[in-house]
Structures are given as structure tokens and as C-alpha cells.
Nanobody, 123 residues
Framework: EGQLVESGGGLVQAGGSLRLSCAASGFSFREHAIGWFRQAPGKEREPVLCISRENGATYYTASVEGRFTISRDNAQNTVSLQMNTLKPEDTAIYYC????????????????WGQGTQVTVSS
């Protein structure tokens, strides 16, 4: 059974940086796009960005463009999310998820999910 494990969350001041990691196992990593979603208290889980099998990035949340970058290492079965110039509105639980073949903004398209990692940005 596929498994994803996130790490790297924490508390940071506004303007700071964090790097999240997502480690995959139990499925064919190279055949899956990997997306990052986030869920703030009292809000729906929203797509943030995704990296395709060919290392192309798709941004679903305009406010993170220019601040967040995504990369993958197919040899290590990992995806990294570098988050710079963090803002209080970035505070949420961040989830990575795997979608077979293609990126999607729709969480229903993702077959494997991590347990999430908390990111808190103080003002």
C-alpha cells in the first residue's frame, strides 16, 4: 500500500522560510505526480501546487507563486517544498498527495495522502 510521510513543518516568523519534505514508498513514484495541499482552521483543504512526472510545476494558489518552489528526486522518492517569505495566511496543515500520471487541483484525483505537517507563521 502506498504511503507518504511529510516532515519539516514548524513555527516561523513572518518573512521566514521552511522546507517541507515528502517521502514516498509502496507505489511507483515515477508514475505519479505529487501535489501539496493545505488546510487552515475552519477552511476547506485547498491545492497549493503540484509537480509532474517530468518535473513541471503547476501552481494552484496564486499567492504562493514567486515564494514557493517544488522539486522532486526520483532516485530518493522524495518531493521538497521550499517556502520563502512566509506570511501568516500561509498557516495551515500541509499535506502531500500522489496522483497517478497527472497533476490535478482536485483532491479526489489523488490516491495516496500523507498525514500532514503543521506550518505556523507568526506575525
Amino acid at each position: 500500500e502506498g504511503q507518504l510521510v511529510e516532515s519539516g513543518g514548524g513555527l516561523v516568523q513572518a518573512g521566514g522560510s521552511l522546507r517541507l519534505s515528502c517521502a514516498a514508498s509502496g507505489f511507483s513514484f515515477r508514475e505519479h505526480a505529487i501535489g501539496w495541499f493545505r488546510q487552515a482552521p475552519g477552511k476547506e483543504r485547498e491545492p497549493v501546487l503540484c509537480i509532474s512526472r517530468e518535473n513541471g510545476a503547476t501552481y494552484y494558489t496564486a499567492s504562493v507563486e514567486g515564494r514557493f518552489t517544488i522539486s522532486r528526486d526520483n532516485a530518493q522518492n522524495t518531493v521538497s517544498l521550499q517556502m520563502n517569505t512566509l506570511k501568516p495566511e500561509d498557516t495551515a496543515i500541509y499535506y502531500c498527495a500522489a496522483s497517478f500520471l497527472m497533476c490535478s487541483r482536485y483532491k479526489e484525483q489523488y490516491r495516496y495522502w500523507g498525514q500532514g505537517t503543521q506550518v505556523t507563521v507568526s506575525s
